[in-house]
């Protein structure tokens, strides 16, 4: 496959299957790797006033602390003496030329269809992350099913970053295993592990439980660490349990990007809880097949 350093192993596949969760390492060209920082970069910097949804998480994160709620946080966040942000865009592919390439051109579609077993891949949204140098923000452990207006199994996100991404500079963890509980989540703040919903930011939806508290009992838990470096992939199933930690380094920002991919069993489903997304145009109803301008279909057998 052009762009592919190597192909997927029979190994990765099971392991994704099994666990919700596999790092590909080094399977991404550099030519790949380039175009992702200069895409995040021109997003984030550049594009910010045009992109579909942009937060400020650092920001979200001292209004949620300004009204009494948990704020995930630690004592070595709270020495830093500087101050980075934590940003993340929904939906870059749809002004940047070179996150919309690597959405719809790369390799990630194969990959998708290889780890899904899939005949067919529709392209369904990306979230461009940015943790600065001392951004002490956590990523609060969450599923991605309840920001997603999709129902099915073959749904994935695909995270990489063009830096090298350590567990001081906010390395991503995974539940093993969490993709097959079968409980339907409630979508959280990303700083703070309170429901949107208990927090006035979405509608309640009664088919969904608070996840439990992760973050505060991690010995109960099977959590994988995966640090990154540029090239590596690291795929997880949209019901799996995942989350990060701040970037306590002072001179290395973690940027990345996770490319959502859906299969052959995938359809639209709305979901009430899910935060707006404006730049999501359709006449898509609840049991149709996803295919549409929206999201494309970019991998077929
Ligand atoms: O990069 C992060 O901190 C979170 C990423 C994430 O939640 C995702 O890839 O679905």
């Keep these: 496959m052009q762009g592919l350093n190597r192909d997927i192993s029979d190994e990765e596949v099971d392991e994704y299957r099994e666990t919700g969760v596999v790092k590909l390492r080094g399977v991404l060209s550099q030519t790949w790797v380039d175009l992702l920082a200069e895409g995040l970069d021109e997003a984030f910097y550049q594009q910010r006033e045009l992109v579909p949804v942009f937060y400020d998480s650092s920001e979200t994160a001292d209004q949620l602390g300004g009204a009494g709620i948990a704020v995930l946080g630690d004592s070595r966040g709270d020495a830093m003496t500087t101050r980075g942000r934590f ?28 780890l899904f077993g899939a005949s067919k891949v529709n392209y369904y949204d990306d979230q461009l992350l940015t943790k600065e140098p001392c951004s002490r923000e956590y990523t609060a452990f969450h599923t991605d099913e309840p920001y997603y207006h999709l129902r099915g199994q073959q749904v994935c996100g695909m995270w990489m970053s063009p830096d090298v991404v350590t567990e001081e500079s906010g390395a991503m963890q995974y539940v093993r295993g969490s993709h097959r509980w079968g409980t339907f989540f409630k979508p959280n703040a990303f700083v703070a592990q309170n429901p949107l919903d208990e927090l006035g930011l979405a509608e309640q939806d009664d088919t969904q439980q608070p996840l439990p508290d992760i973050e505060g009992n991690r010995g109960d838990y099977d959590i994988v660490t995966h640090t990154s470096d540029p090239g590596d992939v690291i795929v997880h199933h949209s019901n799996l349990i995942h989350g990060a930690g701040p970037n306590y380094t002072s001179d290395r920002a973690r940027r990345a990007a996770s490319f959502r991919y859906a299969g052959d069993d995938v359809t639209y489903w709305y979901h009430r809880s899910a935060p707006p997304q404006p730049h999501h145009q359709h006449k898509l109803k609840d049991g149709d097949p996803i295919d549409c301008d929206q999201f494309p279909v970019v991998w077929r057998k």
């Design 87 to 114: 940003l993340t865009i929904i939906g870059g592919w749809t002004v940047n030329e070179k996150i919309r390439t690597l959405a719809l051109e790369s390799p990630l579609a194969y990959i998708a269809h290889r």
